[in-house]
């Protein structure tokens, strides 16, 4: 795999290590550019692969660069770049160009969101529990909630019957019985953690996801290139779930 990484930061670099660790070291891990237009297409040229996870308001600008210099695939792990996410899409089947995006790569994020659909509507049609989430991540993470605490809100929102939109963080009093109430915490250096809970006056079900390190989301980043090299994939963009969905399949043919 002939791959560029896009993102100096402790995502970047963790995917960065992950492929030298399988002995595919990128060929070159990319900081900020120097020219306020942005990466030079050069940099590109002979590249597999992009992975992005630089800052999101350099997304466009890094794919737009990526495709001039030949590359064809996309692993895109940033976060807050949905206002760009058009453009990018558009950019994507213009030069016949796949791309895996996805707000977390891990695997086990991606299992655990199914199993808070599942829990959503088992739990439901039961008026006495109440669910929440609450997400905690390092001091230094500078978006709030995080992009799994929002996926997972997602999910559970489309899954439950009774809970239409997440509360307002700031808002004053309770949140209204059609709220999902998400809490958030930035402090000291806790690599991830999210929780889902479902709460009756009676007893308390909670399930929890804790990240130890950024190894399972580097992993699964690796896993979309590999999905994405292993065929031609349709231009544009593809889900994460699609590519856990195939992992499946071929656990279940092999078994």
Known sequence: MLSIVAGDGGMGRAVAAALVGRGM????ILGLPDSPAGHSPELFSGAEVLFDFAAGDAVLQN???ALDGGVRNFVIGTTNWAADRPAVESLLHER??????????SLGVMLFARLVEDAARLFGPFTDYDPYLVEWHR??????????AIELSRRLIAAHPRKTRVAQPLAHGAPAPEELDVAVIRAGAAP??????????GESLEMRLTARDRSAYASGAITAAEWLLAEARSPGFHEFDGVVDSIIAKQSIGS
């Not at 070291?25 to 070159?28: G, I, S, V």
């Not at 016949?96 to 790569?105: G, I, K, P, R």
């Not at 991830?192 to 006056?201: E, K």
């Open 192 to 201: 991830g953690m999210h929780l889902v809970g479902f709460d009756a006056p």
């Open 96 to 105: 016949h160009a796949a791309a895996v995006a996805s707000a977390s790569f």
């Open 25 to 28: 070291p990128p060929r070159a």
């Open 63 to 65: 794919v737009r660069a």
């Open 139 to 148: 001091r230094t993470k500078p978006d709030r909630p995080s992009g799994t």
